[in-house]
């Protein structure tokens, strides 16, 4: 509530509080602050204070409405002050000069009469209202105050951990109590809290003795106050309520003739008749406040369900992930012991045509440098004895190396491939089903996917269109039947051509040189699911079509290849084109 009691313009507590026509309130010092000045002979189109109740504001600043460019008049000076609730304070305005006040919160200016700022009406209620809570605020201090300590009498600081010193200043639009110290850790004068009023810090016991006026720091009860007068007669209270003014008036208002012609009606039946309306209302929005409450508990709750429903699904997520990381390990494994047997295959066959192939060279080097030996004797019947023998051996080990023994058995490649294209694309598409789920027949079943349309098979022709789709169903998603819209050729909106249990659809009666959008999805028990990729067909630009001879007039003659036709009455139309064709 204390929100309600403070002053919008300088944030604190209302102070001889005015109502505003607006029904907003301000502190009477503030008014002046705000109020400023017109030029002489200006009337704004805003009523005036106390006038008729047919108040007809603008929803601008008045302000902005004059300038000194516009009328050669200053219309006001602006300082480069501001209240600590942001509200630009303007400097008091001279009373011989037409004045006029914004309300600073639905910025609706009014203009003030001769009367100034008294034409607006002092708002005791709020006044009665403000002067309660201050006690009570005092009262609840006080208490705190002597069951803390009682012993000082001194205002401690509120946000002191630990041994509270005496308070040194308070922050009236937060309530506080501060030290020095804490004042400058917690509400330093700059940035946004320079706009709030630091002020000494008063002590209960003096805030209510001066509220009661009497050493006994009581107010006196609310029906002791004075009755409100009336604000042009002064001397006399209110005793009746104008309807058509929405103001309590007095009697000399009556025989004044100002509210001749309102529906006027006594104060204490309008009192309790508002009263009424005021506490159904209320009721009202009590009711509404409950279901607030309610739905408050709800969201609570339901925060603590998604945190333990998110903890949940998290290590739910990270178990299906896990396995599959798991099931890939081990098919990694499975691929890795395919790749080291390939190895050692081929090692081994390399390695044993190497052995092979050094002992046979080792053989053929020792044999060719045999044979130069030989070469190398001049005992012609010692040579001819052993020539014949030699000759055949190295012929013969010449035809040990064919090309087939100088060609390795195996190549370094590995003659495995591992596609893993398809496998990829499946793992980047993984993501969550945000379909509904439900149990049917026991089996839980989930919203459909969106179908693949089938680019290979879909087709137009003449102002025809062919669509072909499939979409692979899991288990989990049953479905029941596809629905194929299609836009109107120009961009437009989307209008169902198929429902029903196919996966091809032919769609005729299109317009001709047109390009239309298709889209296709499915559906099941569950519900509809997602839209397919959207396809552009274009239909032809003209349409061909051939005549049946067999069906065709006795005078149509038929040529190039039955896609022309010539009739005697084609010839008579172009002599004669005023006749009818027939």
Request: with cysteine.
């Amino acid at each position: 509530m204390e929100e309600e009691l403070k002053c919008p313009v300088c944030g604190s507590l209302f102070k001889d509080p005015i109502l505003l026509p607006c029904s907003h309130n301000v502190c009477l010092a503030c008014a002046r602050n705000i109020t400023v000045q017109t030029p002489d002979g200006e009337t704004p189109v805003q009523s005036r204070a106390s006038g008729s109740s047919d108040y007809d504001y603008l929803d601008m600043d008045k302000m902005s409405l004059y300038s000194e460019t516009d009328s050669g008049y200053g219309s006001y000076t602006p300082c480069q002050l501001k209240s600590p609730n942001g509200v630009r304070v303007f400097p008091p305005a001279n009373p011989h000069r037409h004045c006029s006040l914004t309300c600073p919160l639905c910025h609706r200016s009014v203009s003030l009469d001769e009367r100034g700022l008294r034409g607006f009406p002092r708002n005791r209620l709020l006044e009665a209202i403000v002067s309660r809570y201050q006690q009570n605020r005092a009262a609840s201090a006080s208490s705190s105050s002597s069951s803390s300590s009682s012993s000082s009498t001194a205002v401690k600081c509120q946000l002191c951990d630990r041994n509270p010193v005496d308070a040194a200043v308070m922050c009236e639009q937060c309530d506080v109590f501060y030290c020095n110290a804490c004042q400058q850790r917690c509400h330093p004068s700059r940035g946004p809290l320079a706009k709030h009023r630091l002020v000494p810090p008063r002590l209960p016991a003096a805030g209510g003795g001066a509220a009661g006026g009497g050493g006994s720091g009581q107010q006196p009860p609310a029906t002791a106050r004075k009755p409100a007068t009336c604000v042009d007669h002064e001397a006399e209270n209110f005793s009746m309520y104008c309807y058509g003014c929405k103001a309590p008036v007095c009697m000399k208002c009556l025989e004044e003739g100002k509210h001749a012609k309102h529906d006027v009606k006594p104060l204490a039946v309008m009192w309790k008749q508002h009263k009424c309306q005021l506490s159904q209302a209320l009721n009202g929005v009590s009711d509404k406040a409950k279901d607030a409450k309610e739905f408050l508990v709800q969201l609570k709750n339901m925060l603590q369900q998604i945190q333990e429903n998110g903890v949940e699904f998290e290590a739910c997520l990270v178990a299906q992930c896990d396995s599959l990381i798991e099931a890939l390990t081990r098919q990694k494994a499975k691929l890795l012991t395919k790749v080291t047997k390939e190895k050692e295959y081929k090692l081994k066959v390399v390695r044993d045509q190497i052995t092979h192939c050094t002992m046979k060279l080792r053989q053929t080097t020792g044999m060719m440098e045999f044979c130069l030996e030989v070469l190398k004797e001049n005992d012609p019947s010692g040579f001819l004895q052993i020539s014949d023998a030699l000759v055949k051996r190295v012929t013969s080990s010449q035809d040990q190396w064919v090309k087939g023994a100088l060609e390795p058995k195996v190549g370094p490649e590995f003659d495995l491939t591992l596609s893993t294209d398809s496998l990829l694309q499946t793992i980047l598409m993984l993501d969550f089903c945000q379909g509904k789920v439900a149990c049917l027949s026991g089996v839980w079943t989930l919203v459909p996917g969106a179908p693949l349309l089938q680019l290979e098979k879909c087709c137009t022709r003449n102002n025809s269109a062919t669509l072909a789709w499939r979409v692979i169903a899991p288990p989990g998603s049953p479905i029941e039947g596809y629905i194929l819209e299609l836009d109107d050729g120009n961009g437009g909106q989307y209008r169902e051509v198929y429902v029903g249990k196919e996966t091809v659809c032919t769609v005729d009666g299109l317009h001709f040189n047109s390009s239309y959008n298709a889209r296709v999805k499915a559906y099941n028990a569950i519900g509809v699911g997602p839209y397919s990729k959207t396809v552009v067909l274009k239909t032809s630009d003209v349409a061909w079509f051939t005549f049946d001879p067999s069906t065709a007039h006795r005078d149509i003659v038929l040529s190039n290849e039955n896609q022309s036709a010539v009739t005697a009455t084609m010839t008579a139309w172009c002599w004669e084109p005023l006749l009818s064709p027939r």
